[in-house]
């Protein structure tokens, strides 16, 4: 089994900064690939970025390109999601993923575990 926590989320200011943390319990982490997600109000859960299992390879979703980086320390078991030049567009509960495979995979239907979400909002 394997447990995901999420943590840095918060309020911040058009143009600021966050850095998400994604802390997993259990021995898959080093074999999975990780993934991060965000669901704003209203709105279908969608990809933001996923990162291999070596953190080799990695993919964003065209909204992000540029603006966040994904990383991970597989020492720690932890993900992280840098997120930079922060938009009120990018509001939403953010979710990390552990996947099923070593391989980065932009599909949630990949992904067997999930924490419980941390809360940004973006203000003007």
């Known amino acids: 089994q394997v447990q995901l926590a999420e943590s840095g989320g918060g309020l911040v200011q058009a143009g600021g900064s966050l850095r998400l943390s994604c802390a997993a319990s259990?021995?898959?982490?080093?074999?999975?690939?990780m993934g991060w997600f965000r669901q704003a109000p209203g709105m279908e859960r969608e990809f933001v970025a996923t990162i291999s299992w070596s953190g080799g390879n990695t993919y964003y979703a065209d909204s992000v390109k540029g603006r966040f980086t994904i990383s991970r320390d597989n020492a720690k078991n932890t993900v992280y999601l840098q997120m930079n030049s922060l938009k009120p567009e990018d509001t939403a509960v953010y979710y990390c993923?552990?996947?099923?495979?070593?391989?980065?995979?932009?599909?949630?239907?990949?992904?067997?575990?999930w924490g419980q979400g941390t809360q940004v909002t973006v203000s003007l």
């Open positions: 993923a552990a996947g099923n495979r070593p391989a980065a995979t932009t599909s949630t239907q990949l992904y067997d575990y």
């Open positions: 259990g021995r898959i982490f080093s074999r999975s690939a």
